[in-house]
């Protein structure tokens, strides 16, 4: 049971990490308050790399059912450990949601802007365009999977780890972010999405369902074939 328990607290800590600095920007009347796009790519970066390195070891440290499944496609990850770690990282993510939730409790309700609060749980596009938002999703994850597996392919000192797989996050979000917030993990975009959905949250709009889909299908599509292609190039 230890690595479940490490998805779920794990994905946990990094929406509370990471959708947390999206609320110290976007809230009205926190220290942060409009901070911008760069203070949010680099908290998300390390609301990656702090979890991994705690539950790196216990489990792999996923924290993402796109990750996850490519894993298993290419033979890193037995198909028994999927369902349970995907059920744990999208549970993790609510439970994170519910964090950020409770973290910022007094300033949903001086924050008129229901857009930007829900771009605190989950992702949306900045011009909507299916086919391109779409495939952003696809890329971005293409780029995330293949990444990480490509550069293990060269060997780093011990411990280093995720580090890289914060600065793989940074440089994901600066470059590739723009289009659609880059969620790059269901988990990421789908469990803090329930969360808002059922929360009181003072204020809140609806939690755009219709687009739901596309941060869940796209990034398990694109971490596919970026593992494929890895698995392809050096074997």
Known sequence: MLPYYAEFFGTAL???????????????????????????AFGWAFAVGIPAYIFGTASGASFNPALTIALAAVGKLSWTLVPGYCVAEILGGIFGGVLVWLMYFPHWAVTDDKVGKLAIFCTAPAIKHTPSNFL????GTFVLVFALLGVAQTKSAPGFGPLIAAFIILVIGLSLGGPTGYAINPA?????????????IAGKGDSDWGYAWIPVIAPICGGIAGALAVVAMFG
């Open 14 to 40: 990094l929406i509370l990490l990471g959708d947390g600095v999206v609320a110290n920007v976007v809230l009205a009347k926190t220290k942060g308050h409009d901070s911008g796009w760069i203070v949010i």
């Open 136 to 139: 952003s999703e696809f890329i």
């Open 188 to 200: 990421r975009d789908l469990g803090p999405r329930i969360a808002h959905a059922i929360l009181p």
